[in-house]
């Protein structure tokens, strides 16, 4: 996942949390942003994210969201999409896209990242259409330009029917500009998938833990060398803020985790992680539920 000292690549980890309000961490001032590259924690990242219940959850919401509408749009296009995938990290949703018949492009600025993600995409039994680029973002329009398999594979201007974009945003130095990017590779009939870590929800997690003395230090920064925790979270506002100012309309959005994270002590259905995937995906599109959401899932078109 390609990000920035701030889920959803992915800020799974309730590190900032898990301080105590007694000893809150004070960070030294650090530089100016730079968009996070995750080389050097691969091993930690994939763990601490995808390496239990947590992630279970994330994926099941976004295979939900994501499946379904790429099945009707596919349907009515009649043909496999071409899909995008930006600051993919392990590629978990855009390997199984693949798997289904699409044609993907999948992207991260962390070639340990990719790696992982190549690993599990030859598990597949099946060939897959997956074109892979190690780069920044901001790198990768050149490279699809001068690719020609790509252009082959894209007669008609290399446009993308959708474009996936998880747990990215918290982490870029500048957020709103990838929209401009979104812009120049969205086919007129496509649609964005933005999945985000929503910062409402780190406040929360933290008045139901009780601690106040972090929410009152502003200064607090969590150490990004290793945290995944973001320091730079983008709130749902600003990311319809974006939206609106980029001509798309919201048609779907839901909330990842609305209730795990917050449930201290395990007892019922908690104790039965299919139980807790049910009841997730239940209430992650229900008003308010959904937006206590660890992170938000959005889905746009133009």
């Known amino acids: ?21 007694s000893t809150p961490q004070v960070l030294e001032p650090q530089d100016a942003r730079t968009d996070r ?7 930690h990242f994939e763990k601490k994210v995808y390496g239990g219940l947590k ?3 994330r994926l099941a919401v976004l295979r939900r969201d994501i499946f379904d509408y790429s099945a009707k749009m596919s349907e ?3 043909r496999p999409l071409r899909i995008l995938d930006v600051g993919a990290g392990l590629a978990q949703i855009s390997i199984e896209l693949a798997a289904r018949g699409h044609s993907l492009v999948i ?7 990719l790696e992982k993600a ?3 995409a030859v598990q597949i039994d099946k060939a897959l259409d997956i074109i892979w680029y190690v780069c920044p973002y901001q790198d990768l329009e050149d490279k699809l330009n001068n690719d020609s398999q790509h252009n082959d594979t894209n007669s008609d201007g290399a446009k993308f029917d959708l474009i996936l974009s998880h747990a990215l945003l918290e982490w870029l130095a500048e957020p709103a500009m990838v929209m401009d990017f979104f812009d120049r590779q969205l086919a007129d009939h496509g649609a964005i998938s933005l999945c985000f870590y929503n910062p409402a929800s780190f406040d929360y997690r ?3 833990m009780g601690n106040f003395n972090l929410l009152d230090n502003t200064d607090y920064k969590a150490d990004n060398k290793k945290s995944l925790t973001p320091n730079h979270p983008v709130a749902k506002a600003e990311v319809d803020a974006w939206l609106a100012a980029h001509h798309y309309q919201t048609v779907l959005t839901s909330g990842l985790r609305v209730f795990h994270d917050y449930a201290p002590l395990k007892r019922g259905g908690h104790n039965h992680p299919d139980a807790v995937i049910r009841m997730e995906l239940r209430y992650s599109q229900l008003e308010p539920y959904k937006w206590l959401g660890r992170y938000l ?3 746009a078109t133009r």
């Open 206 to 208: 933290n008045l139901i």
């Open 297 to 299: 899932h959005v889905m």
């Open 107 to 113: 992207n991260d600025i962390s070639a340990n990242m």
């Open 118 to 120: 190549k690993a599990s």
């Open 37 to 43: 590259n995750f080389d050097a924690i691969a091993d």
């Open 55 to 57: 992630g279970e959850i």
């Open 76 to 78: 009515k296009l009649g």
């Open 1 to 21: 996942m390609q990000t920035i000292p701030q889920d959803t690549k992915n800020a799974d980890t309730p590190l900032l949390e898990s301080a105590t309000a």
